[in-house]
């Protein structure tokens, strides 16, 4: 197997930046990404060598192997010993393809003929070299007879060896055998006191191996970044070969060196581009299309023959033949039909423009459905918003919309309605009708202070539903809340904080153990709310989630938004030995998978998880409301002390101190094998002072009994045990109840049995919470406000 080593430990001081120099972005775009989209050849394995950058590095590339390189006095430095990192990971018939991170323009062709003539000449090390005008500071190709012998560095080098104009690019293919004995062989015998891995060279050379140098065409490909002047240098290059392979496809860009093109876009012939465009992400442009002014396209998708001048396009569908601007803005979720005319000032948000309707200026077009050939006058405003939730209209075919009116959601104006100019629309106009509205002006005392008080924001954990969250508010045939058999109590509590009824649905099992899941209800066009935590038996709420969610996706439902209060296989999260799973990623790749738009959970064990998705995920923190139940037992904030039973679970302890304004103490562990810990040591102040132990959950809560034993061992005044997930796994609550444990608070994620229900645990729902959030994303209102800082 090749596997592909990319070194990207440098912390880029020269930079003068926060940002890590393989994460800054040129062409809207990490250097990284470059370099391992070069790198992506079949039947090969690429490995990343980080440094401080590695959770960074983990975080944009879940699924590959990233080793990180310590960094700093204490530590060796040298592409030696970067390498030597992925050691472990390299077997001895493997074949080694190593580069650097920060060489945007280098091309995935270049690196295939490398690896070819590597393979085709059967060569021990194959060192990639080119011919440069001036040489200066690159390591020089010394050659003896013209036999390639050894790479000498510039701070190294010789007076004549300085006039060599042929340069080390720093990319090697090694067999990954005489990879591992090099290195072992390398010392810092040179002026840098670094271990490099050009010594590689010579070191082969002396053993009789096969050591060659490939020439490549086209210095400019391995031009390194080192500061924002060979940053924009880089760009200047990348941007002409992005453009030129357009141009060469039959694109007209008229001013090249003034558009901005993202790898990857895709654009269709006899397209003419001018001004200083910007066109990035996943977007398409058709054929015959015409692109004007300093318009920025981004993530889009536009059909043939359409015309956009001097606008802003976010996350949009144009269809063919329409046109857009001057100075208009498609924000995300618009979608305009054929023929369609947006002139200027028009702003189109979250709304569906059918076939031949016209704005022509000055209109906000936001959160509506409008069907074809209708004409929008100047200043319409789609008001959609009373404050606190967002509304939708609709206008059907042939409906005229005069001048300056106000469309107050939620209306419905039929086929071919008239509005009158200036007038404020309140209700539905039916068809063929000519509606006018110019009401005298009403000025109406203590408004402002009832509207204060019924949309008061929401405090700490206690989340009460505004009256706007009753059942009057929603519509019905809209939204539909099912649940499997994991913790229909919870459901239940969600649909009543609604006002709603939970859809029926049937979960039963075949002899041999399949589920079978049975929706009796209709769900085509709704926005569907399945409400299923997948603990144990986790197999099987998992399956009865996956297979809900494709039944309802089956039978056309608009969105399947999956809530997972509690996931299963969370701690499954990452690969740290070989044929190890990430069982994290599989579920999330299987709820994806299964159909669904959006994943609602709590307080996964790693936040990590969250990118395994490739759909929308809101995670809320249940910090808040389980703090509140402390905050309102204690008079003296001096008398309590959070404390952490792991150093893995500071950043959480820390968050529960700040929001009861405490002090933590972390306890310091040992474990002698799984789910059984060993305290060892306490950092902080806990004695004589009430514990409050928090964690994400408790399992077969060996861990966080014997912590709650030390304390008091050891002169804590009582402990209470705080976390999200009761698990509860074996004999768990006989350990709590033997434990010197003042009380269990936990939230009702897992349905807890009739069997493990004990004294000291208290559920505090979490209901209300996602009730709210229910409510938030059905009228597309932004659900920032109930995470953590407000949860």
Do not use: W
Request: proline letters at 3%.
């Amino acid at each position: 197997m090749l596997k592909n080593i990319i070194l990207a430990a440098g912390e880029g001081t020269r930079m003068k930046s926060n940002t890590s120099k393989v994460m800054t972005k040129i062409l809207n775009r990490e250097l990284i990404t470059y370099i391992v989209d070069a790198c992506s050849f079949e039947n090969s394995k690429t490995i990343i060598i980080g440094g401080k950058n590695k959770k960074l590095l983990e975080e944009k590339y879940p699924n590959l192997e990233i080793k990180e390189q310590k960094i700093g006095d204490d530590f060796p430095y040298g592409t030696a010993y970067a390498v030597s990192m992925a050691v472990d990971l390299i077997d001895e018939n493997d074949d080694c393809l190593i580069l650097n991170g920060d060489i945007p323009l280098i091309t995935k062709k270049s690196l295939e003929d490398f690896i070819n003539f590597h393979k085709e000449n059967n060569n021990n090390l194959t060192v990639m070299s080119t011919k440069i005008d001036n040489p200066t500071g690159y390591g020089r190709i010394i050659r003896k007879d013209n036999k390639f012998q050894k790479i000498v560095e510039e701070k190294d080098a010789s007076i004549d060896e300085k006039k060599v104009n042929e340069i080390n690019v720093g990319i090697y293919a090694f067999k990954g055998k005489d990879l591992k004995e090099s290195l072992k062989k390398i010392d810092t015998n040179n002026n840098s006191n670094e271990y490099y891995l050009t010594d590689c060279i010579e070191i082969l050379n002396n053993e009789g191996k096969k050591v060659e140098s490939f020439v490549a065409d086209n210095p400019d490909q391995f031009y390194g970044i080192n500061n924002k002047k060979e940053l924009a240098n880089a760009a200047k290059l990348l941007r002409e070969r992005i453009n030129d392979y357009h141009m060469l496809n039959g694109v007209i860009i008229e001013n090249p060196s003034i558009v901005n093109i993202e790898k990857g876009v895709k654009i269709g012939k006899d397209t003419i581009i001018s001004g200083p465009c910007k066109i990035l992400g996943d977007t398409e442009i058709g054929e015959n299309c015409i692109i004007e002014g300093s318009s920025r396209i981004e993530d889009s998708i536009i059909r043939d023959n359409v015309k956009i001048d001097n606008s802003v396009i976010e996350k949009s569908f144009v269809d063919q033949g329409t046109d857009i601007g001057p100075f208009s803005h498609l924000r995300p979720k618009a979608k305009l039909g054929k023929n369609v005319h947006i002139g200027n000032f028009v702003e189109v948000k979250n709304a569906n423009v059918d076939e031949g309707t016209k704005a022509g200026h000055l209109a906000y077009i936001g959160d509506c459905d409008l069907g074809k050939d209708i004409n929008i006058g100047c200043g319409v405003i789609f008001v959609n918003y009373d404050g606190k939730f967002k509304h939708r209209s609709k206008i059907e075919d042939g409906a005229f919309i005069g001048s300056n009116s106000n469309i107050v959601a939620p209306v419905h104006v039929k086929k071919e309605g008239y509005i009158a100019a200036g007038s404020t629309i309140t209700k539905d106009v039916d068809e063929g009708v000519l509606s006018i509205e110019r009401a005298e002006q009403k000025n109406i005392p203590g408004y402002v202070e009832k509207r204060k008080k019924r949309f008061r924001k929401i405090k700490g954990a206690k989340i009460k539903m505004s009256e706007s969250t009753s059942s009057a508010h929603i519509n019905r045939g809209e939204m539909i809340l099912f649940a499997g058999n994991s913790n229909p109590d919870l459901a239940k509590a969600v649909a009543k904080s609604l006002g709603l009824e939970l859809g029926k649905v049937e979960v039963k099992k075949f002899a041999d153990s399949e589920i079978n899941i049975k929706i009796n209800e209709a769900v085509r066009g709704k926005d569907v709310y399945i409400i299923q935590p997948t603990s144990y038996p986790t197999n099987d709420n998992l399956m009865e989630l996956l297979i809900m969610t494709d039944a309802c996706r089956r039978a056309s439902a608009k969105y399947v938004n999956v809530i997972v209060p509690y996931y299963g296989y969370a701690r499954q999260d990452r690969k740290t030995r070989g044929r190890e799973p990430i069982s994290a990623k599989l579920v999330a790749n299987l709820i994806t998978v299964s159909g669904a738009d959006r994943v609602i959970t709590m307080d996964l064990h790693a936040g990590q998880i969250q990118g395994y998705f490739d759909i929308p995920v809101d995670h809320f923190s249940a910090v808040k409301l389980l703090s509140s139940h402390f905050k309102e037992a204690y008079n003296n904030p001096d008398e309590y002390v959070v404390v952490s039973p792991d150093l893995g679970g500071v950043t959480r302890a820390r968050k529960f101190a700040d929001s009861l304004k405490l002090t933590i103490a972390i306890i310091e562990k040992r474990r002698p094998r799984p789910n059984v810990s060993e305290v060892m040591n306490v950092i902080g102040d806990f004695e004589g002072k009430h514990c409050i132990l928090v964690d994400d959950m408790i399992d077969t809560a060996g861990t966080i009994c014997n912590a709650a034993n030390y304390l008091k061992d050891h002169g804590a005044k009582d402990v209470s045990i705080a976390a999200t997930h009761g698990v509860l796994s074996g004999d768990a609550c006989k350990k709590l109840e033997n434990a010197c444990v003042k009380e269990v608070v936990i939230t009702d994620t897992i349905k807890i049995p009739e069997n493990k229900k004990i004294g000291k645990i208290k559920q505090m729902s979490i209901a209300p919470l996602l009730a709210e959030a229910i409510h938030r994303i059905n009228t597309n209102e932004s659900i920032s406000g109930l995470f953590d800082d407000e949860i």
